[in-house]
């Protein structure tokens, strides 16, 4: 069985604040929410569009109990439903070709390189450390802009089970600047965003960036934050949303770690997508919905729900 849950937050709470500035700390509320010694992979967002009133988004595979959150940094003695379990598998069963839902995903955009332009220290040791005769790994970098990650987004829904429609709106009147191309079809001819750091890496090892969708979509980007903290060592570390450069999650880690305990500093960007999509694929869409889209999974990335579309007016 799988089941959904969603956990009242409140905000004001001394354990909510060092749960919602870390997003290690979180994932070990999460883990915590699960019976005996489980080694289960959950799947976990953190709504907070109402920052007054977050929620914590749960996908777990076995039954959890969530008391430890709502007594600890949620509302206990309040009225109204703490934690809200459904299962899941109603929903599962009903996914068919051609429904729509409305969608929410907080994801991890990234590009993979093996010659980052403007490489961490870890990986230039990395990269300095290698024999001659092998070729290095692939390093993940973050897509950073709005533009970025929402191509990032939009060039893989095939293989994650859906598509996302065109938007419903009336065309741009002529001579005035729009965000559909004439043809409606991916910009050939301005591939790459200079300002995105992943396309220029790209470009310096002579890959070719995915092109650019100039068609507006049934989808905008409601989120975009930075974190940071540290991984492991004595303290807590952080977590800090940025207001304008934030955005694609990199899992990227720098630091050396363990230097008076401190550990390793986990640095990465998220971007929450919200929108309306066409079921092509159940299969593959149901693999995606248990199973998550993306890296940073731990950090509170990857999980895709789905719900009614909004009666029209």
Not at 142 to 170: I, K, S, Y
Not at 191 to 204: K, M, N, Y
Not at 261 to 271: E, I, K, M, P
Request: glycine share 12%.
């Amino acid at each position: 069985m799988t089941y959904l849950s969603r956990v009242r937050i409140n905000p004001l709470r001394a354990e909510s604040r060092r749960l919602l500035a870390n997003p290690r700390a979180l994932h070990g509320a999460v883990q915590g929410g699960l019976p005996g010694a489980s080694d289960e992979r959950v799947l976990w967002r953190l709504d907070a569009d109402d920052p007054r009133r977050p929620h914590l988004v749960v996908l777990t595979r076995s039954r959890p109990d969530w008391t430890h959150v709502v007594e600890r940094a949620g509302w206990p003695d309040a009225d109204g439903e703490h934690a809200l379990v459904r299962d899941y598998t109603p929903l599962l069963d009903r996914i068919a070709v051609g429904q729509e839902y409305a969608f929410r995903l907080t994801a991890n955009p990234v590009q993979n390189t093996i010659d980052p332009v403007k490489p961490t220290p870890r990986q230039a040791r990395r990269l300095a450390e290698l024999p001659p005769d092998r070729k290095p790994r692939g390093f993940r970098l973050a897509h950073r802009t709005a533009a970025a990650q929402l191509n990032w987004f939009l060039t893989r829904t095939a293989r994650w089970g859906f598509e996302v429609p065109a938007a419903r709106t009336d065309p741009t009147a002529p001579g005035l600047p729009g965000p559909a191309g004439p043809t409606g079809l991916p910009d050939l001819a301005n591939p790459a965003d200079p300002s995105d750091p992943s396309d220029r890496a790209s470009a310096a090892v002579g890959g070719t960036p995915a092109p650019r969708t100039t068609i507006a979509h049934e989808v905008r980007i409601t989120a975009r934050h930075r974190h940071s903290f540290r991984k492991g060592g004595r303290n807590g570390g952080q977590a800090s949303p940025a207001d304008q450069a934030g955005g694609a999650d990199q899992a990227g880690r720098g630091g050396s770690g363990g230097k008076g305990g401190r550990g390793t500093q986990v640095t990465f960007h998220s971007a929450t997508f919200e929108g309306h999509l066409r079921v092509t694929d159940p299969e593959a869409l149901t693999a995606h919905l248990l199973g998550g889209i993306g890296p940073a999974k731990a950090y509170g990335c990857g999980l895709l729900t789905l719900a009614p579309l909004p009666a029209a007016r």
